[in-house]
Nanobody
Framework: QVQLVESGGGLVQAGDSLRLSCVLS????????MGWFRQAPARDREGLVA????????YFADSVKGRFTISRDNAKKTVYLEMDRLTPEDTAVYYC????????????????????WGQGTQVTVSS
């Protein structure tokens, strides 16, 4: 059974950096794209970044472009989200997601579609 477990969230100050990790347990039997989403209180879930199996294709939402970086280590079955220059508007629960159906692309994650979701990790940015 596939499970995703995020870690690395916490309380930071505006301007700080933070790195989130998401580890996959179980076997997928195929390649998969991975991505990060977030949801702030009283707001819709927002897709942030996604990366294809090979790492050759990525997607960044305008709200995080230039500040957030996604990377993955397939041998460790881990995806990372590096977040720089954090602001209070980045406060949210951050979720990683896995898509089994996009071969080596990120199209489904770009549309907010995924096959598996993590339980989320809270990121709070104080001003």
């Amino acid at each position: 059974q596939v499970q995703l477990v995020e870690s690395g969230g916490g309380l930071v100050q505006a301007g700080d950096s933070l790195r989130l990790s998401c580890v996959l347990s179980g076997r997928t039997f195929r390649t998969y794209a991975m991505g990060w989403f977030r949801q702030a209180p009283a707001r819709d879930r927002e897709g942030l970044v996604a990366i294809s199996w090979s790492g050759g294709t990525t997607y960044f939402a305008d709200s995080v472009k230039g500040r957030f970086t996604i990377s993955r280590d397939n041998a460790k079955k881990t995806v990372y989200l590096e977040m720089d220059r954090l602001t209070p508007e980045d406060t949210a629960v951050y979720y990683c997601a896995l898509d089994l159906q996009s071969w080596d692309g990120v199209e489904r994650l770009h549309r907010g579609l995924a096959d598996y979701w993590g339980q989320g990790t809270q990121v709070t940015v104080s001003s």
